[in-house]
Every structure is written in structure tokens, then in C-alpha cells.
T-cell receptor
Framework: EPEVTQTPSHQVTQMGQEVILRCVPI?????FYWYRQILGQKVEFLVS????????KSEIFDDQFSVERPDGSNFTLKIRSTKLEDSAMYFC???????????????FGPGTRLTVT | GQQVMQIPQYQHVQEGEDFTTYCNSS?????IQWYKQRPGGHPVFLIQ?????EVKKQKRLTFQFGEAKKNSSLHITATQTTDVGTYFC?????????????FGRGTSLIVHP
């Protein structure tokens, strides 16, 4: 069964450093998403991406965040200057159609645990 | 902004007992999705409900969407140890044309054998 993959599984970085989290969505999917989950808390939407541009973003997705699809397979989340409160699990997800419209299922990747020290 | 409340936060049951988690939205939803997250795992899509009063079943799982499309529930009959995990609802607001889902805090189900 096709799956979303994410690398690395765990990233430790120092405050103020830049990190890039990588995702390979399912190959025929057109919509891509990033979510974060602070330990023990709920999943929070960050951004959705379609046709090489951001479709929607939440209040969390401020200027320190950016997303990119540098080639036909990867989808990246860059955090420019990490803060302690950015420590969380970051999930990438993809769907064939826009999730929430009809029953397009989002497939989540295994996540990248980001620890900012 | 839209808020989705989910209760209870934790539920301990003996294997074989039933389990229910409830979601309530502060605003009318266009649809609601349910996800399961195993400990240390990632969210896995279970189902999406769209119609007012809709009821869907998946084996021992029954999902309901309220008539006013502001609340939803997930009921598991005769829980098994494989049901352990956190169940999240995620609602999509009916207004504004936004497709940003708002997740509930989740209900962690612990099944004792």
C-alpha cells in the first residue's frame, strides 16, 4: 500500500537554527499538508499546498515557516529560526483531492519529532 | 474562531466494554472526520460524515453526525485491546470557504485485558 514518508524521524536543533523537514507524498496525490502536534496535545493544521502554491495557512504558519515542492516528489517544511516552542511532532499528509471536500482521505506520514534546545 | 471540544480526555475500559467519545463544535460544520492515532503513531483516517443526522458503521465502530451538524460521536462496541489509541475528530467549518480542519484534543482509550 502506498504511504507518505518523512525524514528525518527525529531532528534535534539549537534555538535560532534553520531546519528543513522532508516529506515524500503518495505519488498520485495532488494536495499536501503539514500539521504539528505538541506532545500530548491535539493535531494543529499548519498549511495546505496545491499546484505549487499555498492554498491555506493557519495563524501558526507565520513568516518563519515556508514550504516548497523542489521536485516532483519531495515536499519540504522549512523553519527559519527555530524557537523552543517549535518543539513538536510534525506530520506531513497528502490527498488525491482537497481533504474536506467529498470524502478525500488524508494519508499521514509517520512524522518528524523536532526537538529545539 | 472555531473550537472543537472533545470528551472525555481519557477513558479506561475493560476489554469487552463499550466506549464512546463525543465532539462538540462551537460553529456549524460542513463535515467532520474521525482519526485514530496509536501510541507513538500517526493519525489514520477512519471516516468522514457530511449529512445532518448521518450514521455510518465500520464493524464495531459507529459514527454519528448530529442533526444540527455541530456534534458527532464515535461508539465502539465490545472493545478489544487493538482499539487502544487516541481518537480525534476534525471538523470543517460550514462558513467562509476554508478547508482548514479544527481537531479536537482527542480521547485516549485504554483497554484493560
Amino acid at each position: 500500500e502506498p504511504e507518505v514518508t518523512q525524514t528525518p524521524s527525529h531532528q534535534v536543533t539549537q534555538m535560532g537554527q534553520e531546519v528543513i523537514l522532508r516529506c515524500v507524498p503518495i505519488s498520485n496525490h495532488l494536495y499536501f499538508y503539514w500539521y504539528r502536534q505538541i506532545l500530548g496535545q491535539k493535531v494543529e493544521f499548519l498549511v495546505s499546498f496545491y499546484n505549487n502554491e499555498i492554498s491555506e495557512k493557519s495563524e501558526i504558519f507565520d513568516d518563519q515557516f515556508s514550504v516548497e515542492r523542489p521536485d516532483g516528489s519531495n515536499f519540504t517544511l522549512k523553519i527559519r529560526s527555530t524557537k523552543l516552542e517549535d518543539s513538536a511532532m510534525y506530520f506531513c499528509a497528502s490527498s488525491i483531492g482537497l481533504a474536506g471536500l467529498s470524502s478525500y482521505e488524508q494519508y499521514f506520514g509517520p512524522g518528524t519529532r523536532l526537538t529545539v534546545t | 474562531g472555531q473550537q472543537v471540544m472533545q470528551i472525555p480526555q481519557y477513558q479506561h475500559v475493560q476489554e469487552g466494554e463499550d466506549f464512546t467519545t463525543y465532539c462538540n463544535s462551537s460553529t456549524t460544520l460542513s463535515n467532520i472526520q474521525w482519526y485514530k492515532q496509536r501510541p507513538g503513531g500517526h493519525p489514520v483516517f477512519l471516516i468522514q460524515l457530511v449529512k445532518s443526522g448521518e450514521v455510518k458503521k465500520q464493524k464495531r465502530l459507529t459514527f454519528q453526525f448530529g442533526e444540527a451538524k455541530k456534534n458527532s460521536s464515535l461508539h465502539i462496541t465490545a472493545t478489544q485491546t487493538t482499539d487502544v489509541g487516541t481518537y480525534f475528530c476534525a471538523g470543517l467549518s460550514a462558513s467562509g470557504g476554508s478547508y482548514i480542519p479544527t481537531f479536537g484534543r482527542g480521547t485516549s482509550l485504554i483497554v484493560h485485558p
